[in-house]
């Protein structure tokens, strides 16, 4: 089915420092939306973003919504053991709820 | 507000049986969801139901695929004649059909589904 870029896909970073990662689309959506998933557990929402433009924080997660609304990007800072873990980009044109998820991003952190 | 809970977590069944995963939603959420992802992959759309009414199904259910959501609370997912490429873990999620919430989905810990 179809799915949106996301990247990296992988990244491996000491403790502490800064993560970035961003997603891409080739049509608009109406909201963006990050999640993260743990190894045999479901998605669990992080950040969730409606307006083209908009920026988001959650603690040390910032996240934002692209001007064309094709594209968006978390941002993790200080990174922390229990960062570890599979994040995934979401978005939709539509408000059914019928989400496209990007391959996600594997992060680990080296303590 | 217990979350969205699914069960089994786990289920292996032979090539040919049927298997059925239950989703509680959460129970002010009026949608409801499954999603399928399978390893290294995100989640894909496979239906979703608005209180009792399944509103759209995505090519990726097949015909051995069948969701119900009776009463417009719990939801079953069966398959039927399981086989292999079935093998995957099987989400649920719930969210409010209206307003900004709408695609902000609140998802299950997932039934993972193995076919041998």
């Known amino acids: 089915g179809q799915q949106l870029n996301q990247s990296p896909q992988s990244m491996f970073i000491q403790e502490g420092e800064d993560v970035s990662m961003n997603c891409t689309s080739s049509?608009?959506?109406?909201?963006w939306l990050w999640y993260k998933q743990d190894p045999g557990e479901g998605p669990v929402l992080l950040i969730a973003?409606?307006?083209?433009?908009e920026l988001t924080s959650n603690g040390r997660l910032t996240a934002q919504f692209g001007i064309t609304r094709k594209d968006s990007f978390l941002n993790i800072s200080a990174s922390i053991p229990s960062d570890v873990g599979i994040y995934f980009c979401?978005?939709?044109?539509?408000?059914?709820?019928?989400?496209?998820f990007g391959q996600g991003t594997t992060l680990q952190v080296k303590p | 507000d217990t979350g969205v809970s699914q069960d089994p977590r786990h289920k292996i069944t032979k090539r040919g049986q049927n298997v059925t995963f239950r989703c509680d939603p959460i129970?002010?959420?009026?949608?409801l969801y499954w999603y399928r992802q399978t390893l290294g992959q995100g989640p894909e759309f496979l239906t979703y139901?608005?209180?009792?009414?399944?509103?759209?199904k995505s090519r990726l259910l097949s015909d051995r695929f069948s969701a119900e959501r009776p009463k417009g609370s719990f939801s079953t997912l069966e398959i039927q004649r399981t086989e292999q490429g079935d093998s995957a873990m099987y989400l649920c999620?719930?969210?409010?059909?209206?307003?900004?919430?709408?695609?902000?989905?609140?998802f299950g810990a997932g039934s993972r589904l193995t076919v041998l």
């Open positions: 973003l409606y307006k083209a433009g």
């Open positions: 139901f608005q209180n009792e009414a399944q509103l759209e």
């Open positions: 979401a978005g939709t044109s539509s408000n059914t709820g019928k989400l496209i």
């Open positions: 049509s608009i959506f109406n909201t």
């Open positions: 999620a719930s969210s409010l059909g209206t307003g900004p919430g709408a695609n902000v989905l609140t």
């Open positions: 129970s002010e959420h009026n949608r």
